[in-house]
């Protein structure tokens, strides 16, 4: 799986992208900076991204991960 990130200054644009995209994706604030993280990112989404002025745009092939292990206890929010 592909993942794309987005730095750039500009939320807005960063969540129009974001939405125009037909991928999940995690929008995550800094200091002054934000970054949008876009799961299975296709060619097309990068190409959107980098047409994007002043952001900084990485794709990186997803090798090992876990989304959810869960802490053993049970809770409303276990599967």
Do not use: I, N
């Not at 644009?13 to 939405?19: D, I």
């Not at 097309?44 to 047409?51: D, I, P, V």
Request: proline share 6%; hydrophobic share 45%.
């Amino acid at each position: 799986m592909r993942v794309l990130f987005v730095e750039g200054k500009d939320p807005e644009a960063l969540r129009a992208l974001a939405r125009a995209l037909p991928h999940p994706y995690w929008f995550l604030e800094g200091e002054g900076v934000w970054l949008l993280q876009v799961l299975g990112a296709s060619e097309g989404a990068e190409a959107q991204a980098r047409s994007l002025p002043g952001v900084r745009v990485w794709a990186f092939t997803l090798q090992d991960g876990v989304v959810y292990r869960g802490c053993g206890k049970r809770s409303a929010t276990s599967p």
